[in-house]
């Protein structure tokens, strides 16, 4: 008899006949013999309805208050599916995260989880019973309503399988696992059958929305097995693991991810002295923006040139503070563009192959892409290119790197 976590995100749970679905599909699992924890998001569309109307009353509501209100999305789900469950003939029963007790933090809408007390549930399993829990949200030390961020429902689901050593974590979604790269780029892209953490982790930081980073943190940390599968489909979705595949057969590399979310920033001509690094990203940091890729040229004539990439919506900010820093330093220009994209090949491969990167370059040399930054680690290249070539260059990416999914008869 396993014990497993569900997590139903909110398109499963978007109406009364989808939770009436979810109600069966627990079930199933139910009456195989397994002791099993529901943790369900909103409604689709609920959370941002809240938001909505909070922001009718305040541009910027109060913080406790919007936590107070918004986690009552997940407060309505729990009750729906432990009502659709006990009508079926399954004993379950609802429980909110500070009913539960999810202790977190008092960073509201931001909150992380410091301890969950499992002894309620553990009560309720052993009296029989689906615990149904509502994700995203969590209580303080004084007892403060707490949520944990936009797609949190994620993070409930793994940190509760961690507290109660679950055998498995299930992320039922409105895909069938993780793909190599995005289905609606690439046709002939493939349901991963594993993936490690590691590698889950990049694809989801580079721009891969299937999980919440911070889900993948928190699993990867406590090894707790995790699974993504489709609600309403059979199959057997993606599972992250902690285990790299030995085998030969398996490919380099692992997927694509790539994003549109970021923005390019040059200062010319700085002066090659020690220092220069910290003189232009310190004010950068200290403006709360996040630089992600840094190329800085070797000097000639004692100056150099220094790149960097921001998140879009930081372009702005930015692109001031550094025009302030250039006039202090005596730099010759900024310059900035926003028509720029990420693309990244992802695997643990990598670390036992050689010449993936110049694979890579050379796929998107034959389509006569050009690169403009180019950053490493251990298991992901990235390249930052025009944007309009995007995907063109995850097509050519993905043929080169032969994760292309077998061509159907007839096609
Ligand atoms: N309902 C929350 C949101 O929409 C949490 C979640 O769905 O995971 O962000
Ligand atoms: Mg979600």
Redesign the pocket.
Known sequence: MALIVQKF??TSVGSVERIEQVAAKVKKFRDNGDDIVVVV??MSGE?NRLIDLAKQISEQPVARELDVMVST??QVTIALLAMALIKIGVPAVSYTGSQVRILTDSAHSKARILQIDSQNIQKELKAGRVVVVA??QGVDESGNITTLG?????TTGVALAAALKADECQIYTDVDGVYTTDPRVVAKAQRLNKITFEEMLEMASLGSKVLQIRAVEFAGKYSVPLRVLHSFQEGPGTLITLDEEESMEQPIISGIAFNRDEAKLTIRGVPDTPGIAFKILGPISSANVEVDMIVQNVAHDNTTDFTFTVHRNDYHNAQQVLEGIARDMGAREVIGDVDIAKVSIVGVGMRSHAGVASRMFEALAKENINIQMISTSEIKVSVVIEEKYLELAVRALHTAFELDAPTAKGD
């Open positions: 995100g909110g998001s909103a959370t999305g997940e994700g995203f936009r797609g949190g429902s994620d």
